[in-house]
Structures are given as C-alpha cells and as structure tokens.
C-alpha cells in the first residue's frame, strides 16, 4: 500500500475496467450479442445468463472523457433536438446517429441485440425509442409506476421489509416484466435461465453490497478522511458494473481491507483536514480535479458522494428465497429513491449526519430534470440540519457550460461559511 | 362531492366507468403562492407548477380529491411534491386528498392485472375522501371532445373556439357543449396542424386562426382518445392505442402524425415546446421529416411559455405572416 496518496487497488480496479472494456470491445468486434440498457434496469439478468451489457451512462462518460461532449452537443442541435433536452442520458444516441465512426470512441458500438430502459424519467422511452429505430434491436421498456406515497426512511424498511414497501401490485409488475426479459434474453443468447445460479449470484452481490456498507461506516466514523471521492467512486462503481463476480466481490473486500488499514494507520488525505464536504450529484466527469481543489488552502475534503452509500442502501434487498423477486424490489424504485421527496432530503440528511459534513455541494442539472427534481427540498432540510450548501448549476457531460472558476468561487465561500459556524 | 384530475389525456371513459366524474384541473395558471415557491426549481412543469401553487392557495379546497395521472409529464414529480408540502404543513387543512393513477397506457399480460389493482386502489382512496360511485348525471365529455375535433378539423370552428370549448368541458364536463358551425365560410389555406407542448391558453390558437385553418392540434387529439370509451374494456383498450400519449411506449407517435399529416391535407405544421421540455423536443425531427415527406410546411418556433400572452407572440405573428400566411 502507498502512503496517503492512492490505493494499490485504485490502479487495480482501473486495470480491470480496462481489460474488460478490451476484452469487450473484442467480443463486440466479434459480434458477440450485447445488450444496451440504461442504469436504473435490472442487469443482473443479462450478466447471469452471460450476455454483455454496455451501459448508457457509462458509455456517455466514455465519450466525454474523450473530449466529445461538445461535439456531439452540436450534432445534436444539428439534428433537430433542441439545446435544453437531457445530456448524459442521450449523448450516445447522438454519437450514434451522427455514425461518424473515426469519431467514436471505439469506433462506435455495434448495434446492440436489445435495448432496456425504465420509464423512471419522461424521456426514457422517447430516447430509446430512437436507438430501436436507428439499431433495429429490439426494445425491452419496463414501466415505472409509482408508489401511492413515497413513505419515510425508505433505506431502513427496503432491505428486509421490500414486498409492503414498494407494494404487491408494483412488484408483481416489475417481475412479470423482468421475466419477459429473461424470456428474450434466453432467444437472443441461446442459453436457459438458471434460477439456482442466479440466487447464487444474488447472494453474491449482497456480500459485496454489505462489504461497501463497511467501508462507508468506516470513512464516516474516521477521525479525517482516509480516501478521496475520486477514489472511492471506481472502487465502487467499477465493480458495481460488475457486480456479483468473483472479481468484483473479491474487489470489494480488497478495498475494505485498504480503507480499514488506512483507518488504523490514522491515515488522511488532508492532514489539515477542517470542512468535510459532501458531492451530491452525479460525478463531474469532465473536471474530477475539482473534488481535490480546496484542500491545500481550506483544508476542505469532499468525504461523500452518493456512490458508496448507496451500494447498501440501493441494492441490498434480502431476497428470502425469491431472488427474482428481490431484483424486482432493487429496481423498481431504484433512480426515484435519490431524486424524489422526502425519499432523498432524508436519506441526504442522514448521510450529511453520518459523515459529519459541514458544506453539501449540490449539483443542479441544468437540463435533466429527473436529477435535479428535490433539490430544494434537499437544500431545506441540510440546512435545518446545520449543513451549510452550495448549489452548482451544470451539466455531468456538458462542459461547455461548466464555469470552473465560479463553480470554485462558490465552493470556497461555502467553505468560509462553514468554517464561521 | 368533486373531483379533480390533473395530467394530459384525463381518462374521462375510464373514470366513467369507475362510477365517477372528473373535473379537468391542469390548464388553468396561478401565480406563485410564496409559501412554497422557493421548493419549486425553475424547470418546474408549468402546469405541475401551477397545480401545486393552487393547492397551497386554497383555490382547489372545493375538491374532495384531486387525481394526478403518473403518465402525463411531470404528473407524478407534482404529486410527490404535493405529498411533501402536505407532510410539512405548507397545504391547507381542507386541501383535497391526494391521489395518484398509475394508469400505464398499453395492453400486456403485465400491464393489464396491474391496471386492475391501480383502479381498485385508486377506488379505495376515493371512498377514503367520501366520494362514492354513482350513476353518471350527465353523458361523459368523449362525445362532445369527438364533435369538436371533426369541426375543428372541417373547418367549421376556429383554432381558438375549439380550444376553449374544450376548457369549458374541462372545467365542468357535466356540460357539453353544443357546437354551433358559424355561418358558412370557405375555410382558409393554408390548413394547419399545431403540434408539440400542449398549452394552457388559445392565444397561439388565436394567431393561427389568422393565417389559415388550425384543423389539427395535437392536444386536443390527446384529449379525445384518452377520453373515449364507455366501460372498463373500451376505456382501457383507449389508453393503450393513444399514440399522442405523452409517455405512448410504444414507438407510434411518428408513423401516426406522418398518416394525419397525410389525411388531414396539412399543408403547414406549427411546431413549438415549452422552455424547459424535456420530452416533445426528441420528436421534432421526426416530425419535421413526415412533414417534409408530405409536401407541408414546417415551422419551428421554438421554445413558448405555455400561457401566451398576445404581446409576447409578436415575434411568432410577424414570422407566421412572413413565412406561413398565403
């Protein structure tokens, strides 16, 4: 292990990502069937039966980490769609339909075998509905009702008691239609589900969720920070990709060994540690040095994002013997439990409280609305809460509109507030 | 005891059906009410915004309940933040009781015993707000909706009549208006169709009476199928091949408006959407291409408030008088 600066198993897990997105493109190249499906849809089918999954946001981040949002932000007016729809949810479509393929990262996706969203946001099926046409694959769109009341303290009551919180009827829902897509799965790869393999794998991914639980528990109670954000986020979100593999959940408990070794070391990343801030919002993928811009001078660290938290909160939904229907239970409410109220003003509370933040930093999308409905409800309850808050205007993948400077400038007078409390 | 329904494409059949009569409350604006103005973000729904600043004022206390639709855009964003408002004591004590229909717009073997249990729940919640079953006293606005729709599209009422109309049986749909043809006149070229964002006012229809015939507004075409149907199978089976739904899953919407472009002889489509759409907008070059397809004139103006007032439209009627008038 290296000394405060990174974990050994950051490079790993960036190692993995990398061999993996080769290993992918490779079968892709090859024509190996694969599947195209937003965030908040149940992967865990297509990574049971061995179908390979690229994922909507992750290739977005893809492309704009290779400079391209811009780009492609103006094809998209090109186009016809007009500047205010979403970003980080349509820039591959754009990419695609612009089909310049020595642009692409790749050179471009072939088309998938099938498409998967959730009708979480309004524009969901419209955006998907594009790729169907323009792919010709076929589109498996599951709804997305909502419960009659968002009840309370929904990360206490979703892990164990899940069938009355999230109600029978949207369950059943869920499941038929998580059943219909393993019926297209099993045409499109050839191969049978496997109920026991699957309750395996489920149970796999709960010890790797558990295990992040730990490593959270341990950053909050830390007495400085012992791991940056930029840090914790692959070490969770790239095994997440992968979730319920033995690399994953070998990952997992590497990383908690590190954290936890770091934490009995007294180990900080900012020896002068004086403000922990929170990151609220999808990562800010174009300028992932900002997460380290305040500690030389403030002593000011982003301690949280939601990442970490919410691998527990998100995913661990004791399955009882019915793992279908568990996975049903994790994604039928899976994006709304962090944008909707109370569900996420209080959760944001509660973690605000568990790592003692000073400053949450709240980023407002500009022009995706699902993530940024709440905020203000959000904003409301950390300040009752004694959280001081900054909002952030911006775009996850827009960095044409991304003003670094006053973005900055914002941080730091939330910081000099903070610090006067 | 009243009942109000907020969303686009109320299911008036299926309401019907359910013994019970809805009055439309999305399309009138409010000012915002200060109490709660400071937790609704400025890409608010218009209409969802205005819902949840008239709740908070009071002006819907004579509802019993009040239904929010999850499938009309922002619907169920409004009605989580009504519930939030509601359990931090910003609403009144004697707000209506807060309702929310998820009523998916398909026919599946997952959809269907779903839709089931959303209309016993949703039955359930309206007895809880002492509002039981009963007999329709009036007949069911479908048929009235229908009327205007093969006037408006003949010709024989303006743009802006038509809409109103349809406010007037959206603000009470006990009363169905009679359509009264005016006096035989030539309806005028260019025939238009007014697609996009739906609006709150008929200001912009008012302007496009000027320059030919609005035969086509694509509001009022989601209105119409949405409230058509007479029982429980015809109602639902109404919802599902509604291809101007907002949140239609299946991919319908294009082809659909290609084939009414076409049956219609549009010769000029009006295209606009609200300054924060997220939704309408990834249509737009679909419609473009059938509009183009057709031989009809496109015109994109852009982004709209949803309540034109006439002076800020002047821009609109100097470009639709430059590009579109005959």
């Given at each position: 292990m290296t000394s405060h600066g990174h974990l050994s198993v950051s490079a790993q897990a960036l190692a993995f990502q990398r061999d993996w997105a080769k290993s992918l493109r490779g079968d892709l190249a090859n024509g190996t069937p694969y599947a195209f499906v937003?965030?908040?849809?149940?992967?865990e089918v297509f990574h049971a039966m061995g179908m390979p999954v690229v994922v909507n946001q992750w290739w977005s981040s893809v492309i704009a980490a290779k400079q391209q949002s811009t780009h492609y932000l103006d094809r998209a007016a090109e186009m016809g769609?007009?500047?205010?729809?979403?970003k980080y949810s349509a820039l591959p479509l754009i990419a695609a339909l612009d089909g310049d393929t020595d642009r692409q990262p790749w050179g471009g996706l072939p088309d998938p075998a099938i498409l998967c969203a959730r009708?979480?946001?309004?524009?969901h099926q419209r955006i998907f509905q594009h790729w169907s046409r323009h792919t010709g694959a076929p589109l498996a769109l599951f709804h997305a009702p909502a419960p009659p009341r968002n009840a309370p303290e929904w990360w206490a009551r979703a892990r164990d008691d899940w069938e009355a919180f999230y109600g029978t009827a949207r369950l059943d829902l869920m499941q038929a239609q998580i059943q219909d897509l393993i019926a297209q799965v099993e045409t499109l790869t050839g191969r049978d589900f496997d109920p026991k393999a699957f309750g395996a794998y489920m149970e796999r991914i709960e010890e790797q969720e558990l295990i992040y639980e730990d490593v959270s528990h341990m950053i909050a109670a830390?007495?400085?920070?012992?791991?940056?954000i930029s840090e914790q986020i692959p070490n969770v979100m790239i095994p997440q990709w992968h979730r319920g593999s033995d690399w994953a959940v070998a990952h997992a408990h590497r990383f908690r060994a590190e954290v936890a070794d770091r934490v009995a070391q007294g180990s900080?990343?900012?020896?002068?540690?004086r403000v922990r801030m929170m990151w609220i919002g999808a990562g800010l993928w174009f300028d992932t040095k900002f997460y380290t811009a305040?500690?030389?001078?403030?002593?000011?660290?982003?301690?949280?994002?939601m990442y970490l938290p919410f691998a527990a909160d998100g995913y661990v939904r004791h399955?009882?013997?019915?793992y279908l229907r568990a996975l049903a239970a994790r994604v039928v409410s899976m994006n709304e439990q962090l944008h909707q109220p109370p569900w996420a003003n209080e959760w944001l509370v509660k973690q605000a409280r568990d790592y003692r933040i000073d400053l949450a930093v709240v980023l407002v999308p500009e022009n995706d609305r699902p993530s940024g409905y709440g905020t203000r409800f959000i904003v409301e309850d950390l300040r009752a809460a004694g959280v001081e808050v900054v909002e952030i205007t911006a775009d996850?993948?827009?960095?044409?509109?991304?003003n670094s400077h006053s973005a900055m400038a914002a941080v730091t007078d939330g910081i000099k507030r903070a610090v006067q409390h | 005891m009243d009942i109000g329904g907020f969303g686009f494409g109320l299911p008036h059949g299926l309401f019907g059906a359910m013994g019970f009569q809805v009055t439309d409350v999305t399309l009138p604006p409010s000012p915002p009410h200060?109490?709660?103005?400071?937790?609704?973000?400025?890409?608010?729904?218009p209409f969802c915004a205005s819902v949840l600043h008239r709740l908070a004022a009071g002006t819907?206390?004579?509802?019993?309940a009040l239904i929010f639709?999850?499938?009309?855009?922002g619907a169920v964003h409004a009605f989580h933040y009504a519930c939030e408002f509601e359990r931090r004591g910003a609403?009144?004590?004697?707000?209506p009781r807060l309702i929310l229909f998820n009523l998916i717009p398909v026919a599946s073997s997952a959809a269907d015993p779903f839709n089931q249990s959303e209309i016993a729940r949703v039955k359930a919640e309206l007895a809880q707000a002492e509002c039981a079953p009963s007999p329709p006293k009036h007949p069911a606005p479908a048929t009235a909706l229908q009327s205007l729709e093969l006037a408006q599209a003949d010709g024989q009422i303006s743009g802006a009549d038509a809409f109103d109309l349809r406010a007037a049986i959206a603000d009470s749909p006990f009363i169905s208006p009679a359509v009264q043809p005016p006096a035989s006149t030539p309806p005028k070229s260019p025939r238009i169709a007014l697609l996009g964002t739906p609006f709150g006012n008929s200001a912009l229809h008012g302007l496009l009476d000027q320059i030919g015939?609005?035969?086509?507004?694509q509001q009022a075409l989601d209105q119409t199928r949405a409230a058509a149907g007479d029982d429980f199978q015809t109602a639902l089976a109404a919802q599902s091949a509604n291809?101007?739904?907002?949140?239609?899953?299946?991919?319908v919407f294009a082809d659909t408006i290609s084939e009414t472009i076409i049956s219609q002889s549009i010769e000029q489509v009006v295209w606009q959407v609200d300054t924060?759409?997220?939704?309408?907008?990834?249509?737009a070059p679909d419609v473009r291409a059938a509009s183009k397809r057709a031989g009809a004139g496109f015109i994109d103006l852009g982004h709209l408030p949803r309540w034109p007032k006439e002076a800020c439209l002047t821009h609109v009627k100097e470009r639709l008088f430059a590009e579109v008038a005959q």
């Open positions: 937003n965030a908040d849809t149940p992967h769609f007009h500047d205010a729809l979403a009708q979480s946001a309004d524009d830390a007495e400085r920070l012992p791991v940056r900080a990343v900012c020896p002068n540690e305040f500690e030389r001078e403030f002593g000011a660290v982003f301690a949280w994002s399955a009882k013997g019915d996850m993948v827009d960095a044409r509109k991304w | 200060p109490p709660i103005a400071d937790f609704i973000e400025p890409f608010m729904d819907l206390n004579h509802l019993a639709m999850r499938e009309s855009p609403l009144p004590a004697d707000a015939t609005l035969a086509i507004d291809p101007y739904a907002a949140r239609q899953p299946c991919d924060h759409d997220d939704l309408w907008g990834w249509l």
